[in-house]
């Protein structure tokens, strides 16, 4: 032989049927998908950004340039909402109702491996999700008038599901102990709690009223006991007799200070 066409792939000579594509010759067998590797020499292919690929991986790689969905049967960009099936994409036109036989939407349903149209399937009793509007075949969070999955049954703010713990509601949304506190919450100084009852509010801060005792021995106080401030913490009157006389003293000045600071003394403008 005196001329023989080398590969592009493996660099051999070409004895036989040569696939000529990208400007360069190929063995039918060397000719394959950039990306998933399939023989193309039969099934033809298409140029991406330089690449050779076959069908299926262009849609993939089109789809993913346009932030689209790429149906799993027929392997075309979705344009419109896809039907989700099984986690995969698909075009819901590919699909019959499995009750009624019509065809589906985006809005059908998957039941127990099935496929229903929202109609069929709402005519079955079957739980919605709140969150991403599919079925709920197993365990049920019911709250906010809603029902959901558990694990989308998420705080507002952070996104965290409760998973079995408390959540706090508020405007129809629902918030972890954390983020109800920062948002919206009366948050007990000593505990860090959401205060659910009533609120003693003293010294500037907000307690639950078991959490409000002297900070010293700890005995419950009330607002008709009398305490005094230390360390911005109250402090019962036992224990306040206790302290040594010159802590009390500048105790004493500290609060008739502040008292001045709130109620100064008026000035007669008539005095001269």
């Known amino acids: 032989m005196l001329f023989a066409?080398?590969?592009?792939?493996?660099?051999?000579?070409?004895?036989?049927?040569?696939?000529?594509?990208?400007?360069?010759?190929?063995?039918?067998?060397?000719?394959?998908c950039e990306l998933c590797d399939v023989e193309l020499a039969d099934l033809g292919f298409v140029k991406n950004a330089g690449r050779h690929l076959c069908r299926p991986c262009h849609s993939r790689e089109k789809a993913k340039g346009l932030g689209k969905y790429i149906c799993q049967r027929c392997h075309l960009v979705i344009d419109e909402q896809p039907?989700?099936?099984?986690?995969?994409a698909y075009h819901p036109d590919h699909f019959s109702c499995t009750h009624c036989g019509k065809e589906l939407t985006?809005?059908?349903?998957?039941?127990?491996?099935?496929?229903?149209?929202?109609?069929?399937?709402?005519?079955?009793?079957?739980?919605?999700?709140?969150?991403?509007?599919?079925?709920?075949?197993?365990?049920?969070?019911?709250?906010?008038g809603k029902q959901w999955h558990v694990e989308h049954f998420v705080c507002a703010k952070c996104e965290k599901p409760f998973l079995g713990?408390?959540?706090?509601?508020?405007?129809?949304?629902?918030?972890c102990e954390t983020h109800y506190n920062q948002l919206f919450g009366d948050v007990c100084y000593n505990c860090s709690h959401v205060i659910e009852g009533d609120v003693v509010s003293a010294l500037n801060k907000a307690w639950c009223v078991n959490c409000f005792s002297c900070s010293t021995c700890n005995s419950k106080l009330?607002?008709?006991?009398?305490?005094v401030e230390f360390d911005m913490k109250p402090v019962c009157k036992k224990c306040y007799e206790k302290f040594p006389l010159e802590l009390k003293k500048r105790l004493k000045k500290l609060v008739d200070l502040t008292s001045r600071k709130a109620h100064p003394t008026a000035v007669d403008v008539n005095s001269t």
Do not use: Q
């Open 5 to 32: 066409p080398c590969c592009g792939s493996c660099g051999e000579f070409i004895i036989g049927r040569v696939i000529k594509a990208m400007n360069t010759n190929w063995h039918p067998g060397c000719f394959r």
């Open 83 to 88: 039907l989700m099936f099984r986690n995969d």
């Open 106 to 144: 985006a809005e059908a349903r998957e039941l127990k491996g099935e496929l229903y149209c929202l109609p069929c399937h709402d005519k079955m009793g079957v739980p919605i999700c709140g969150a991403c509007r599919r079925p709920i075949e197993g365990r049920v969070v019911n709250a906010l």
């Open 165 to 175: 713990h408390r959540h706090y509601e508020k405007k129809g949304l629902a918030y």
């Open 222 to 227: 009330t607002l008709k006991n009398k305490f």
